[in-house]
């Protein structure tokens, strides 16, 4: 089992709708979280990390339930330039390793 | 303000040939991070230094693959031999402190080995 997996998609939407993206984690032991965007044929770049209490940053709107070991990602009023990948990241923050990243969550937002 | 440098940014190359990944992180941050990108298996972390030394080799797919920070400026991946199946987006990050904290990840190294 990956110790992340997201679904891959591709989630296909209208402009102004409302999407979100989940995420599991097997690791209980997982302390931080966030979410990164990577568009087609560039690096990842973090969108936000993610608070236990969730967090809210214009449009986007992240949560983590630890005791069902998930992280959502909810877009509202999705623009065309939304249109990218969506990676899950957790960190252990113990032990060696550094950040695990889920494979990505592929949305494309259409006129 | 320059990012993560990388270089080159495209590489081919023949089945057998040494290929060398260059990375110059943002200045000030003391961890340096390597990962491969693949349709197949998504982003893996291959190796990570802190202070110019590895802490994680974990990642690193066997013993072709070797990597070095000879000082907080720069590193290097390297491949000897190449395979087809190193054909892959090769992400170089840095960040400065916590292991968890964000990375800033380069352009990558898109190599295809033939």
């Known amino acids: 089992r990956k110790e992340v997996e997201q679904d891959p998609g591709p989630f296909n939407v209208p402009e102004g709708a409302t999407v979100a993206f989940n995420c599991t984690y097997s690791n209980s032991a997982s302390q931080s979280f966030f979410w990164y965007r990577q568009d087609c044929r560039k690096e990842p770049k973090l969108l936000m990390s993610v608070y236990s209490s969730g967090n809210e940053d214009g449009r986007f709107t992240a949560q983590l339930n630890r005791a069902s070991q998930y992280i959502s990602l909810l877009i509202r009023d999705s623009k065309l330039s939304d249109s990218a990948t969506y990676l899950c990241v957790v960190n252990r923050n113990t032990g060696r390793r550094a950040l695990t990243f889920g494979s990505g969550t592929r949305l494309q937002v259409q006129p | 303000d320059a990012g993560v440098i990388q270089s080159p940014r495209h590489e081919v190359t023949e089945m057998g040939q040494e290929v060398t990944l260059r990375c110059k992180p943002i200045?000030?941050?003391?961890?340096l991070f390597w990962y491969r990108q693949t349709m197949m298996r998504g982003l893996e972390l291959l190796i990570y230094f802190n202070n110019n030394v590895p802490i994680d080799d974990s990642g690193m797919p066997e013993d072709r693959f070797s990597a070095k920070m000879p000082n907080a400026s720069f590193s290097t991946l390297k491949i000897q031999p190449s395979e087809p199946r190193d054909s892959a987006v090769y992400f170089c990050?840095?960040?400065?402190?916590?292991?968890?904290?964000?990375?800033?990840f380069g352009p990558g190294t898109r190599l295809t080995v033939l």
């Open positions: 990050a840095s960040n400065f402190g916590a292991r968890g904290g964000e990375q800033f």
């Open positions: 200045s000030g941050h003391n961890s």
